[in-house]
């Protein structure tokens, strides 16, 4: 009685759950790749002819892998005095007599016997057209060369090389091309975007993100459209002609070669896996990380007068080790591929010497294929890392995509209302308001006539620079409506309502330009003319002309070469060239010196001249000179009169002005 063999229903269970992991990975990778692609279509689809001939470039390398081999080939059988022709079986017996012995006594050939035939056939036609081109330059045992000969021989195997070599750099070349202006595009798409995201989105993204976003997650795209993208055309194409060159050798070598391959996708397919896992995670840290250093650098000033050195390298430290941590977990699940592979390459390897070992292998077909073998484990390997990148790169692709796909909740209508000029009122009427369902304005109307100088005072939180917010439409109301010359702002183009308004305010934004093409930003067009005379009527140009190079000196990052009642004189010039006819000051003053705020309030006084004013400020001294002042309080208006009539009534406006001191006259 024969002994039942029972396979363990565990060990049964534990291969059908990898395989089919292995499954899900590979579906999981095929969708990474379909989502990259998608992402970048309509980029890679601008420079489509570099593209294409990056593309059939990669596939001419793939080719000339195998006519490589084919070619070593060729030539070491000339030199051994041997040709595919006469090539036998480990019996010495044809293929074909083969075939025709196994018809005979089982009644049916193998597989391999049938492969074997028809490629020794390919293999004598492929031979028969070498030999007939390249015969007469290549020498041949038991002939002896000529120059001719040796000419050729010492040509074929370096033009060979040349061709695999040169395809593969131009196809690098052009897919590369393609990627750094398609990334490029991209960044520029990603900043276009985000100018045209309303105020809200930046007040609840971070700095360190939007900047990760644009500049590492761009990259990561642009190595997996470039250099990956061109294994992904080179290697696959490779792996095939090198399969098929070794095919038309030996069949049954081949065949036992190749068994080993579906091995790699294993522990490729967990490695995916992980990788995809740390690249979020290192996302998510670089992050951070990103945040930390924008906030680091721009708040050093207090970090140095509070001594906060020790505390933000801590944070920073500690951020940076777990970025570290996560990124050498994707390192990790990337660069064990090449180890796993080898690994099995070299399984591969043995197996094919211990079969040579037992068999009648010609001399020709062991170099070539130990060879062939050991380069065709080369591309597999990259196709394997190819799987981990783009795992990679399709966390970054949806992280870019979700910044392409946000829409400002503040949109211009499709068909806008055209606003000419400013020549009547601006009216707030019945405008309610709230930021994240926290209730700012409710039920606000207002009335600016055209030509009035408005203050606006209040305690913090009260609505002040929301009405300057909602002016400038950088949010729409949630009920009510501000109109400009009867024009709901709505219906008009928020570009043309802002080409009517111009802004002062406490916090100065100076960039990195000089002082020239700084004032000149508040018209695009200024012509220097145009920027001295706004310098000028700013009391600016004095200070300008005695700075190192004029209007031609570099300020430097937030201006930090200038003093802050100088930044403040150009954020004045740049309103002066504006030329708008509503200007709004938004504690233009707070944060100067009282000689700085003497010199700039001269220079406002001077640009308030002949325009309509909404000026918000704390500094009730600002507001002395106003026509009319409003005090507001939880988003409704407490008093409304000229500054004398609110100081004299005694309510909140003349309470504030004692505590700044301001002498408030006896009723």
Not at 29 to 53: C, D, E, H, K, W
Not at 56 to 83: D, K, Q
Not at 622 to 642: K, P, Q
Request: overall charge positive; aromatic content about 8%; hydrophobic content about 45%.
């Amino acid at each position: 009685m024969g002994t039942r063999v029972i396979r363990s229903p565990e060990r049964s269970d534990a291969w059908q759950l990898a395989a089919a992991r292995a499954l899900k990975e590979a579906g999981r990778a095929l969708q990474n790749l379909r989502s990259i692609l998608i992402f970048g279509a309509p980029y890679l689809a601008r420079y489509r002819t570099r593209m294409v001939l990056g593309i059939l470039l990669g596939v001419f390398y793939g080719v000339s892998n195998g006519a490589a081999i084919w070619g070593a080939r060729f030539v070491f059988e000339r030199l051994s005095g041997v040709t595919a022709s006469s090539m036998t079986t480990s019996a010495g017996v044809s293929p074909r007599a083969t075939i025709a012995t196994e018809k005979s006594t089982t009644g049916k050939a193998s597989v391999v016997d049938l492969v074997a035939a028809d490629s020794q056939r390919w293999a004598k036609r492929a031979e028969s057209w070498t030999r007939e081109r390249l015969g007469p330059w290549l020498p041949e045992a038991g002939r002896k060369p000529d120059w001719k000969q040796a000419l050729g021989l010492m040509l074929l195997l370096p033009f060979l090389m040349a061709l695999r070599g040169y395809t593969g750099y131009f196809s690098n070349y052009f897919l590369s091309w393609v990627s750094e202006r398609m990334v490029s595009d991209l960044r520029l798409d990603v900043l276009t975007r985000l100018s045209g995201l309303s105020v809200d989105y930046f007040s609840k993204a971070r700095s360190g993100d939007l900047i990760t976003r644009i500049n590492s997650d761009a990259l990561t795209l642009q190595i997996a459209l470039g250099s990956r993208l061109s294994d992904l055309v080179k290697e696959p194409v490779t792996i095939a002609s090198i399969v098929l060159a070794l095919l038309l050798m030996n069949p049954a070598l081949t065949l036992f070669v190749v068994v080993f391959l579906p091995l790699c996708a294993l522990p490729i397919s967990r490695l995916g896996r992980k990788a995809r896992e740390s690249a979020r995670r290192v996302a998510q840290a670089a992050t951070l990380q990103s945040g930390l250093l924008v906030e680091f650098l721009a708040g050093i000033r207090v970090v140095k007068a509070f001594g906060l050195e020790s505390q933000q390298l801590d944070r920073f430290r500690t951020l940076s080790r777990e970025s570290v941590g996560q990124g050498m977990r994707a390192m990790r699940a990337r660069e064990m591929v090449n180890p796993i592979i080898e690994i099995i390459s070299a399984f591969a390897l043995s197996a094919l010497i211990l079969y040579i070992a037992f068999r009648s292998i010609q001399f020709t077909d062991l170099l070539t294929f130990l060879g062939g073998t050991a380069i065709l484990y080369t591309p597999v390997r990259r196709l394997s890392q190819l799987h981990v990148g783009f795992a990679q790169a399709s966390v970054a692709a949806e992280r870019i995509g979700q910044i392409l796909r946000e829409q400002p909740s503040v949109r211009d209508p499709v068909l806008p209302r055209t606003l000419r000029g400013f020549e009547r009122e601006i009216v707030f009427d019945r405008v309610g308001f709230g930021y994240d369902e926290r209730p700012v304005l409710s039920g606000f109307s207002l009335t600016i006539p055209r030509g009035q100088k408005l203050g606006v005072a209040g305690e913090s939180g009260s609505g002040k620079s929301t009405l300057v917010n909602l002016l400038f439409r950088f949010y729409d109301p949630t009920s009510g409506c501000i109109t400009i010359d009867g024009i709901d702002l709505r219906e008009a183009a928020g570009a043309q309502i802002r080409e009517h308004l111009a802004l002062v305010s406490q916090d100065v934004v100076v960039f990195d330009l000089t002082v020239a093409e700084n004032i000149a930003c508040g018209r695009p067009g200024a012509t220097r003319a145009d920027v001295v005379e706004a310098a000028r009527a700013a009391f600016a140009h004095d200070f300008i002309m005695a700075l190192p190079q004029g209007y031609d000196t570099p300020v430097g990052e937030r201006g930090v070469t200038l003093s802050g009642g100088q930044r403040q004189r150009l954020s004045i010039a740049r309103a002066f060239v504006r030329n708008a006819p509503i200007l709004v000051l938004d504690e233009a003053t707070a944060s100067l010196d009282s000689q700085s705020e003497r010199e700039v309030q001269t220079a406002i006084e001077r640009l308030e001249e002949n325009r309509t004013v909404l000026c918000v400020a704390h500094r009730l001294s600002t507001l002395i000179n106003m026509d009319r002042v409003i005090t507001l309080s939880e988003g409704r208006i407490l008093e409304s009169g000229t500054p004398q009539e609110l100081l004299r009534a005694g309510g909140s406006f003349a309470a504030m002005a004692r505590l700044q001191g301001i002498e408030v006259p006896l009723v």
